[in-house]
């Protein structure tokens, strides 16, 4: 079983940037789909987007697309979440998550969680 710890959160301006770390543990995160996900303060937690380790394909959820990019580096068993024009309605805490599945896209389609890191983004 792999363990994620998620670390790169905290507080931004609007239209500033982050990255956001996944560092797994246990077991190399290529066996897995790896996703991110956010839950704001009385929302559900909603599906960011994630990396398929074979051929490295990204998917991502609409509001953002084009300003939110995954990556990975097998080599630190890590995976990146790069925030960019960062708006106030992004702030929440991020998880990030390993999933058995190629295409998962929502909670309970993962397997394991990190144990989130908070992001804030000021106006």
């Known amino acids: 079983q792999v363990q994620l710890v998620e670390s790169g959160g905290g507080l931004v301006q609007a239209g500033g940037s982050l990255r956001l770390s996944c560092s797994a543990s246990?077991?190399?995160?290529?066996?897995?789909?790896m996703g991110w996900f956010r839950q704001a303060p009385g929302k559900e937690r909603e599906f960011v987007g994630r990396i398929s380790w074979s051929g490295g394909i990204t998917y991502y959820a609409d509001s953002v697309k084009d300003r939110f990019t995954i990556s990975g580096d097998n080599a630190k068993n890590t995976v990146y979440l790069q925030m960019n024009s960062l708006k106030p309605e992004d702030t929440a805490v991020y998880y990030c998550?390993?999933?058995?599945?190629?295409?998962?896209?929502?909670?309970?389609?993962?397997?394991?969680w990190g144990q989130g890191t908070q992001v804030t983004v000021s106006s």
């Open positions: 246990g077991r190399t995160v290529s066996d897995y789909t």
């Open positions: 998550a390993a999933s058995a599945l190629s295409r998962p896209t929502i909670t309970r389609q993962y397997d394991v």
